[in-house]
């Protein structure tokens, strides 16, 4: 078959040793293993990694050998469909931790050979190179999948004969399946070809036995779909089993649910979970300290035919409902035209309110989307130090500022802030304190990170927190003004931290944001809070705060 995976390639490339290279039990499975023993007896269990290779170090262990040092030519399976190749690679690297979900990126083509040498290093073949429409579809599934992983793998689980048997997958069957669960279920996608073609990457990239496994489990996805009938689970019983039950249908950790359920109710829960399962929306910030304008950004827009509507909140900014893509393939974020930036993050810099002239210290500065926003509102006047621990993130932030046109306002200081204020007099007119969070506000947008956190998590963030609102607070000048913000929806990550910090340091009160934002973002106490199901864009917090000019220890 012209294009397609010759088999005899697989026999070229020698198994590496399961002691001595976990990573292959990760991607195939303990199972993987079992087939490399006896890999001569059984063809049909045989995984095909192409990418491995083994050789001795000094003592005369083996070693993994990464697929790059050998010289190969390329072996391209024209038959695999190139998203669910990439998706599936790509779900693998995120489950081990080697990636994000999320694929925006103005990296443009080289970020798609990027991740189809990935598919070739870990299926041993290349798919076609992917089109605009399979960019598309890999950020859909990829980010659906990841999402919607719990609902998915109770929905395998149910269907695939047993626990026993979901628990024993190989890893890249179970990705295999998440793709096709999805892609019927939430996509709508016409089931018979999403079976057909999810069975072939299985077949191609695993063994036919593999094969006929996602044949079956998702020709019985179909059955039930065609009946309207999923088995899940009811929402019924005590609290814990209702959270249980929630948390399954609508894909979130348990912990999460049960917070939400007892602070905003069980409905008001449910339709944050909503909000955070839908595709997320993206916003652009045009970059006036370039001379453009928001109606530059508009035409632009307009021309690409982008669907778009400015923002009635900020005046630099545009919201897209799609075409996001397109934006980067464009150029615009590479050229320093706009950037990527919420709205809910705008209005944390409106309620700094940079002046030309001022000093401002961005203590957790990087990557820089408030730092670079707020030096531009200093229009060249004016200096903003911006600090972050940090060292690649800050790296990012500079070149942004470089690309900004903000660079000549903005210095980079690599550093703890809690050794920072101890080591440095400096006082600043306003100080921002945009610390480290759970992000709760900001999981629309990041796929992943609802399974990355924990409810530990929480009480070594907020004890960070408070250790980074101390240090901050010495850097403020006497009137001057500090801000502290999250992209977490949680009391105790907000207002709790601001309540205890004023406590320790009566120095400081707050200053109402009214003046600053509508209004329709202020709570009772004068902080500003952007909720994700009110205001459709992120959730964020911010107090200002103000020290007082005469206030002696
Ligand atoms: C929420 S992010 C900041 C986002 C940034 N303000 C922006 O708008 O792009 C928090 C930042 O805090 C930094 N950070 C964490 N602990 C820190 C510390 N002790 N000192 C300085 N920066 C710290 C992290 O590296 C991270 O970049």
Avoid at 282 to 309: E, I, S, W
Avoid at 493 to 510: D, S, T
Avoid at 538 to 543: P, Q, T, V
Wanted: aromatic share 6%; proline share 5%.
């Amino acid at each position: 078959m012209e294009g397609t995976l010759s088999l005899s390639y697989v026999s070229s490339y020698c198994f590496p040793n399961p002691n001595h290279c976990t990573r292959w039990g990760r991607i195939f499975g303990p199972r993987a293993f079992d087939s490399m023993a006896g890999a001569s007896s059984s063809t049909d269990r045989t995984p095909k990694l192409h990418s491995g290779t083994s050789s001795n170090t000094a003592d005369g262990s083996p070693v993994c050998v990464p697929p790059s040092s050998r010289k190969r030519t390329h072996k391209v399976n024209t038959e695999v469909s190139p998203h669910r190749a990439v998706s599936a690679v790509r779900l693998l690297r995120i489950e081990q931790g080697g990636a994000f979900a999320d694929l925006l990126s103005d990296k443009g083509r080289k970020a798609l050979k990027n991740e189809m040498d990935y598919v070739e290093r870990t299926l041993g073949f290349r798919t076609r190179d992917l089109e605009d429409r399979d960019v598309r579809l890999v950020s859909d599934v990829v980010g659906g999948a990841v999402r919607w992983r719990r609902y998915l793998d109770h929905l395998i689980m149910s269907l695939c004969n047993g626990e026993k048997t979901f628990r024993d997958m190989e890893p890249l069957l179970l990705q295999i399946l998440r793709i096709g669960f999805f892609e019927i279920i939430k996509l709508g996608m016409p089931p018979y070809a999403v079976v057909d073609e999810n069975v072939r990457l299985a077949k191609v990239s695993l063994r036919p036995g593999a094969g006929n496994m996602v044949n079956g489990i998702l020709r019985k996805l179909v059955l039930h779909k065609e009946k309207n009938f999923l088995p899940l689970p009811k929402v019924e019983g005590d609290e814990r089993a209702q959270a249980r039950a929630l948390a399954t249908i609508h894909s979130h950790p348990v912990w999460m649910v049960r917070r939400w359920t007892k602070s905003l109710g069980q409905e008001e829960a449910v339709k944050l979970m909503n909000w955070n399962n839908t595709d997320p929306s993206f916003c652009l910030r045009v970059n006036l300290q370039k001379g453009y304008t928001r109606a530059d950004l508009v035409m632009m827009l307009k021309d690409m035919k982008v669907p778009h509507k400015v923002s009635v909140y900020l005046d630099d900014f545009v919201r897209l409902q799609t075409g996001m893509q397109a934006v980067i393939q464009a150029g615009l974020l590479k050229d320093g035209f706009c950037s990527v930036q919420d709205e809910s993050a705008g209005l944390v810099v409106s309620v700094v309110d940079p002046q030309p002239g001022e000093t401002i210290i961005d203590c957790c500065a990087a990557p820089g989307g408030k730092a670079v926003f707020m030096a531009s509102r200093l229009r060249t006047q004016g200096r903003l130090w911006a600090v972050d621990i940090n060292k690649a993130r800050l790296r990012v932030l500079k070149e942004t500022s470089k690309i900004h046109n903000v660079d000549t306002v903005i210095t980079a200081i690599h550093a703890d802030l809690r050794l920072f204020c101890v080591n440095h007099l400096m006082k600043a007119d306003k100080v921002l304190l945009d610390a480290p969070c759970s992000g709760l506000g900001v999981l629309s947008k990041r796929a992943d990170l609802r399974w990355n956190r924990r409810l530990e998590d929480l009480g070594q963030l907020k004890q960070l927190q408070d250790e980074l609102l101390d240090s901050a607070s010495r850097l403020v000048k006497p009137g001057g003004i500090l801000v502290y913000s999250t992209c977490s929806i949680d009391p105790e990550e907000n207002e709790e931290r601001v309540a205890a910090f004023l406590l320790r340091h009566r120095e400081f009160a707050v200053d109402p944001v009214h003046r600053f934002v509508p209004a329709g973002f202020v709570s009772a106490n004068g902080f500003y809070n952007s909720d994700p199901i009110k205001h459709s864009m992120d959730g964020s917090f911010a107090a200002r705060l103000i020290r007082s000019v005469s206030y002696s220890f």
